[in-house]
């Protein structure tokens, strides 16, 4: 096989850290999707990806000279429910490689079999959450949002059994700046294995926060609050629902991971739960800052012999870090929601003139996305294209009260209306990975058709950019369209 310029330092750990593990074949892997610009990004061969040994190596079947082939160690708080002892059930990682950027990114696949943290399960994936991952990562990558990325996707020719039937057996290839998560630190303080902690809180500083690794411990901790802090912020502005976020789904790296119920929000709505297996809301659109918190709160524990041999004074410095997550997360989220109705200033009435939009959204179940791009298209001082902005709107009369309020903000904003407009449009997608929309294309792939996979990736490719909003991807759903439930697709 054509060797791959790995740099595995994960592997270079302790194997307290993960298990090491061969190739696990698969019966007849296809390659269905390739991320080209992600390839070469990293260095890769395009033309040997999609070769026989190529696609081996992606399906898992075999790996190159100088693959890791390990499955991390990690535990967790699922739903609030501690578990000892999780860790990568249905992943490998196949290696690090270091990019055209000079960084460090691993190669992970999901779906690829059982490993020692399986716990009863076939360590396999379904073709249909395997292609939701590739959509919605892809996606967020697209929207700006600090996301692991998918590089190819693979159908398996095997057949998984799921409560729904058995299904087809699917492969996502996934790159992350690293898999290290909250539940990693957790697994080893659980186990109070100081030694390790240190071994990885240095692993992280050398990976993700060169600039402070004189600063130890407390410079990760300060350093992963503010970038979950800002991440989540960046979700609530485009209307999305991670779905399932414990303590495990947690990146110390900023980046949003495992995208098994995640969904965007069609009309607005604060209490919205998609995820079949978040019965009580614990993880609801609005709650996700609390449990960003929280999620915190436990890393922060994890770190606390290290942050001071006097364990009060070190949660005097834990908490001193957590203090900053209100603000941190309050200065992002608000600074997102005055560029999202196109102000470039502060005035004291900005957040009250947001939050009546977003509750006349709310009562009339106006659609978020198409919402706030069409109020894109205003003009400060004409009503020329207000008619875009009503027709998400049953009763417009509040919103005319809003925009007259709304344009006498504009009136003390200095940027004329073409600049702000594209400001505006900056912020606020034309396009989502919509529920139906994906939905359908997972519906098409089962029939062996992925031409409305390829069609709705390049879509979204592309997130930003003026379309008619009747176009076919910025279309809310019709009724009997609407999604009403996510699923986890384990």
């Not at 054509?2 to 593990?21: G, H, K, M, Q, V």
């Not at 700006?144 to 059994?161: E, I, M, N, Q, Y």
């Not at 524990?301 to 041999?309: A, F, H, R, V, W």
Request: negative net charge.
């Amino acid at each position: 096989m054509t060797a791959i310029a790995f740099d595995n330092s994960y592997a270079r750990l302790p194997e307290r850290f993960y298990a090491r593990l061969s190739a696990q074949p698969v019966a007849d892997p296809q390659l269905l999707a390739l991320n080209e610009p992600l390839a070469a990004f990293l260095g890769l061969d395009l033309e040997w990806l999609q070769s026989a040994d190529g696609i081996a190596m992606l399906a898992g079947n075999a790996f190159p000279n100088g693959a890791a082939s390990i499955a991390q160690a990690y535990a967790g708080h699922q739903f609030g429910n501690w578990v000892p002892q999780l860790g990568d059930g249905r992943a490998l990682m196949v290696g690090e490689v270091i990019a055209e950027d000079g960084k460090r990114y691993d190669i992970q696949l999901k779906g690829s079999g059982q490993t020692p943290f399986s716990r009863m399960g076939d360590g396999r994936a379904a073709l249909g959450p395997a292609i939701r991952e590739y959509v919605m990562s892809e996606a967020m990558h697209a929207l700006g949002v600090p996301t692991t990325r998918a590089l190819a996707v693979l159908s398996t020719g095997d057949t998984v059994l799921r409560d729904s039937g058995p299904q087809p057996g699917g492969i996502v290839v996934r790159v992350a700046s690293s898999h290290i998560r909250v539940g990693t630190f957790q697994y080893f303080y659980a186990r109070e294995d100081h030694d390790a902690l240190r071994l990885l809180v240095d692993h992280s500083l050398e990976r993700h926060d060169p600039d402070r690794i004189g600063d130890g411990a407390k410079g990760l901790l300060e350093s992963v609050i503010d970038r979950q802090a800002t991440l989540i912020a960046r979700w609530l502005h485009l209307g999305f629902i991670h779905g399932v976020m414990n303590t495990d789904n947690m990146t110390i790296s900023g980046e949003t991971i495992d995208y098994g119920p995640c969904a965007f929000l069609d009309h607005y709505d604060p209490g919205k739960v998609f995820s079949s297996i978040d019965q009580f809301g614990r993880y609801a659109y609005a709650n996700q800052p609390n449990i960003g918190q929280w999620n915190l709160g436990n890393f922060a524990q994890t770190l606390l012999p290290l942050l001071d041999n006097n364990e009060e004074t070190a949660i005097e410095i834990a908490k001193q870090a957590l203090a900053a997550y209100p603000e941190t997360f309050g200065k992002a989220y608000e600074a997102g929601l005055r560029a999202k109705i196109g102000l470039a200033t502060e005035r004291t009435e900005d957040m009250a003139l947001v939050q009546d939009l977003l509750k006349a959204m709310a009562s009339q179940r106006a659609d978020h996305t198409r919402t706030l791009r069409a109020l894109s298209n205003l003009s400060a001082d004409s009503d020329d294209n207000d008619a875009l902005f009503f027709a998400e709107f049953d009763d417009r009369a509040p919103l005319d009260r809003w925009l007259v309020s709304w344009r006498q903000r504009l009136a003390h904003e200095t940027a004329s209306d073409g600049e702000r407009q594209a400001a505006m449009k900056r912020v606020n997608p034309m396009i989502i990975p919509r529920n139906h929309r994906v939905e359908e294309v997972i519906a098409a792939a089962y029939a062996a058709d992925f031409a409305p996979f390829d069609a709705l990736n390049a879509a979204l490719a592309d997130p930003y950019s003026d379309r008619d909003l009747v176009d076919h991807y910025a279309l809310a759903p019709k009724p009997d369209e609407v999604v009403q439930a996510t699923f986890c697709g384990t």
